[in-house]
């Protein structure tokens, strides 16, 4: 449906928020490292959470929302890497000064402007993520920009806060979350952009430069997790949508394409629904109760909730016939919102709704009853849903307030993209209510001496790194740029300069394409430490192994964690050849195929390497491995 879409017809208006570890030694607001832990937690311990009115009385819709869900939250903690700030039983200290100084060196390289005094806030969130119910963020610098492609996009506001609690488990059946705290409180920057993107492209392009600017610092973490891009959407007659927790750069594109997709969806069931004389107050109906008609249902999923005491609910939407089925999103329709509502509000399991029935189970027969029971016409439709009856009640309730939207369009809200590029709904919007002061924590004063001091160790922008890279040491401009989007960018520097001997480009393919390769070979790259790196790099330079031998020295130690390279080398009988084995190994495949060589002459050179490197691959360097059979080659012929 996006292919070949005119976005600026469409009106579509993007923003980013970027949201990035930065690597300190200590927490935000403690003396606790920044390390995730993957061992079991020394204790747990339960709390629940409840929002609070603002200073004006108001409360914040998202927060609310949370809180009807009436869920509990175990964290899960250690003794020596949590304390008792993270665990709110202790005020918070003042503001980490190394993660300052980074963010105002992030904050300078993106050309803003920094405050002259840091003042920390408190922004709402009860969804458990943190145990004080909210998170605390400062405003470091406005008024940046970046430019990509000749355009000035601005960087409106640049932030320090505290990372989040990292989410481990839900169990629904206990209305309970477990969250461990190793993450709380590692610092994060937040960069918002301006709305002034204007295609799906151009996006991710804004996305990726930040990214280098970030990266050329050398003092943000690395991995999957360690950056996140959140993304706000509106198109032409639609609604601003802000879209959470996007990890990979390359899925941003198709991220805005598809919720440009579901805006426009949206917008011609608005104008369906309008032709069919449908109007919100139409949908002012309640839940009926049609238990009866299915206490014989062949259906196994209605039976199950039936025999555990549950009930049957439906609930008429007029004029809504074939639309609730309409695909909005690639396998995703108008139910699938419906069901996302019916979830989040009512804690189902899911819907059912007429488009799609007869079906699981459900006979015409069934569907006619309940279509009799609710008084459908032929232009309406309805949604079903089995479980405790308060529980439909709320669902249903749910399903009618999202189909009111859908009369009016494009509700505004939060939605959480999936690993496909759609995205599901999340929450309703933040309101304006949730950010007051923190009054725990003193002002940090930006003062000229500190900039000054920050200014003078700024280092190159990315694209002055991307021409050294290409002129100084021989990258191709393709190699140079996924360095560049790479975490291991400070790594390639370091070996580079470490190792003199070593190849740029081989450094730099093996920290890119190598470890892509492996990935998608199912091996476990991420558990590849900077030392094991180092280590490789290091036996290649001091010509213990061939560079041919790095991928699988790489994926045995990614198996084995705290193996040593040199013990990889012995296991896998890599340990380099010298010139005088692999020539004497030359000579006698040579006189092994003495017939088929003379018949072949010097076109036999690639029959040769192909046996040759086919048996020593991994033992010997390619290169000398040329030259040798090349010169073996010779001297037999010749003789």
């Known amino acids: 449906m996006t292919s070949g879409m005119n976005y600026e017809e469409a009106g579509l208006i993007c923003g980013l928020e970027i949201h990035q570890m930065l690597d300190t030694r200590h927490k935000l607001f403690c003396n606790c490292p920044t390390k995730l832990r993957r061992d079991d937690p020394d204790y747990r311990f339960i709390r629940r959470l409840r929002p609070a009115r603002s200073e004006l009385g108001e409360m914040d819709p998202a927060a609310l929302f949370e809180f009807k869900k009436g869920r509990r939250f175990l964290y899960e903690s250690y003794q020596d890497s949590v304390c008792l700030v993270e665990m709110d039983e202790e005020p918070p200290h003042d503001l980490n000064r190394e993660a300052l100084e980074i963010a105002l060196e992030i904050a300078l390289l993106l050309n803003a402007r920094p405050v002259d005094e840091v003042h920390v806030m408190r922004k709402i969130v009860i969804d458990g993520s943190n145990t004080t119910g909210f998170q605390r963020t400062a405003l470091v610098a406005l008024d940046g920009y ?56 151009e996006a991710q392009e804004v ?36 879209i959470k927790g996007v990890q990979r750069l390359e899925h941003i594109a198709k991220i805005v394409r598809y919720e440009v997709q579901r805006q426009l969806s949206l917008l011609k069931i608005r104008d369906e629904l309008r032709k069919r004389g449908v109007r919100p107050g139409d949908l002012d109906v309640q839940p009926v109760d049609v238990t009866e008609v299915f206490r014989s249902s062949k259906s196994r999923i209605v039976r199950r909730a039936l025999k555990s005491g549950g009930v049957g609910m439906a609930v008429k939407l007029k004029g809504f016939a074939g639309l609730i089925g309409r695909e909005i999103q690639p396998g995703r329709r108008l139910g699938t919102e419906f069901a996302d509502y019916a979830r989040f509000w009512g804690g189902v399991g899911g819907i059912f709704h007429s488009d799609e029935l007869p079906a699981y189970g459900i006979t015409a027969e069934e569907v006619e009853r309940v279509r009799s029971l609710l008084g459908c016409g032929e232009e309406d439709a309805f949604v079903l849903v089995f479980g405790e009856e308060s529980a439909c009640k709320e669902a249903l309730g749910a399903v009618v307030r999202r189909a009111k939207m859908a009369v009016e369009g494009v509700p505004e809200e939060t939605r959480a993209a999936n690993p496909d590029g759609t995205t599901r709904y999340m929450r309703p919007m933040p309101g304006r209510a949730r950010m007051y002061p923190e009054t725990d924590i003193r002002p940090s004063r930006i003062t000229p001496e500190l900039l000054e001091s920050v200014k003078m160790s700024l280092p190159e922008l990315p694209e002055a790194k991307l021409r050294r890279f290409i002129k100084e040491l021989g990258l191709s401009r393709d190699l140079a740029e996924k360095v560049l989007d790479s975490h291991f960018l400070p790594l390639f520097e370091e070996l580079v300069s470490r190792f003199p001997g070593v190849s740029p480009t081989f450094i730099a393919a093996m920290l890119t394409n190598t470890l892509v390769e492996l990935r998608r070979e199912g091996v476990d790259v991420d558990s590849l430490g900077d030392d094991e790196l180092r280590d490789v790099v290091r036996l290649v330079a001091e010509g ?96």
Do not use: H, W
């Not at 640049?158 to 309970?176: N, T, V, Y």
């Not at 600017?213 to 999957?224: F, M």
């Open 207 to 242: 996305a990726q430069y930040i990214g280098r600017i970030l990266r050329v610092t050398g003092r943000v973490k690395r991995g999957l997790g360690t950056i996140r891009q959140d993304l706000n959407v509106s198109i032409k007659g639609g609604a601003r949508v802000e």
């Open 544 to 639: 213990k192994i061939a560079r041919e031998a790095v991928p699988r020295v790489l994926a045995f130690l990614a198996r084995n964690p705290g193996a040593r390279a040199e013990e990889a080398v012995e296991k896998l009988g890599l340990r380099l050849m010298s010139e005088a084995e692999v020539r004497d190994f030359v000579r006698k495949t040579i006189e092994e195929n003495e017939e088929r060589v003379r018949k072949l002459g010097q076109r036999a050179m690639g029959f040769l390497m192909g046996v040759i490197m086919e048996r020593l691959r991994g033992r010997a360097e390619g290169r000398t491995v040329s030259k040798i059979v090349r010169e073996e080659l010779a001297a037999f012929l010749s003789g």
């Open 146 to 201: 970046v430019e990509v492609r000749g355009k000035k996009v601005p960087i409106q506001t640049i932030c320090l806060e505290e990372d989040a609690a990292r989410k481990i488990d839900e169990r629904p059946s206990e209305a309970l979350v477990v969250y461990r705290l190793d993450r709380l409180g590692i610092p994060l920057i937040e960069i918002a952009t301006g709305p002034v993107i204007t295609s799906p492209e």
